[in-house]
Nanobody, 123 residues
Framework: QVQLVESGGGLVQAGGSLRLSCAAS????????MAWFRQTPGKEREFVAA????????YYADSVKGRFTISRDNAKNTVYLQMNSLKPEDTAAYYC????????????????WGQGTQVTVSS
């Protein structure tokens, strides 16, 4: 069983930055692909970024490319999402997810999910 706990969300003005963290329990962290997704009420869950277990493969949604950076520290069992140049349309609940398979942009392949952290960007 893997538990994921997100933190770092909050309220920020447009153009600002936030760094989300996702701490994972368990001994298999370095073998798990990790990803961030986001969701707003009434909308489908949206892929944001994914990173392979070694960190060698990284994927981003076009909407965040060049503004967001996903990274991981396997010694700390933590994955990060650095979000810069935030826009009001980035407002959402952000969820991290873990997968024993390869990094993927499809949420259905991820086995474990955190509870989410809210990011609100004011204009």
């Amino acid at each position: 069983q893997v538990q994921l706990v997100e933190s770092g969300g909050g309220l920020v003005q447009a153009g600002g930055s936030l760094r989300l963290s996702c701490a994972a329990s368990g001994r298999t962290f370095s073998s798990r692909a990790m990803a961030w997704f986001r969701q707003t009420p009434g909308k489908e869950r949206e892929f944001v970024a994914a990173i392979s277990g070694s960190g060698g493969r990284i994927y981003y949604a076009d909407s965040v490319k060049g503004r967001f950076t996903i990274s991981r520290d396997n010694a700390k069992n933590t994955v990060y999402l650095q979000m810069n140049s935030l826009k009001p349309e980035d407002t959402a609940a952000y969820y991290c997810a873990a997968n024993l398979g390869p990094a993927a942009i499809v949420g259905d392949v991820y086995d474990y999910w955190g509870q989410g952290t809210q990011v609100t960007v004011s204009s």
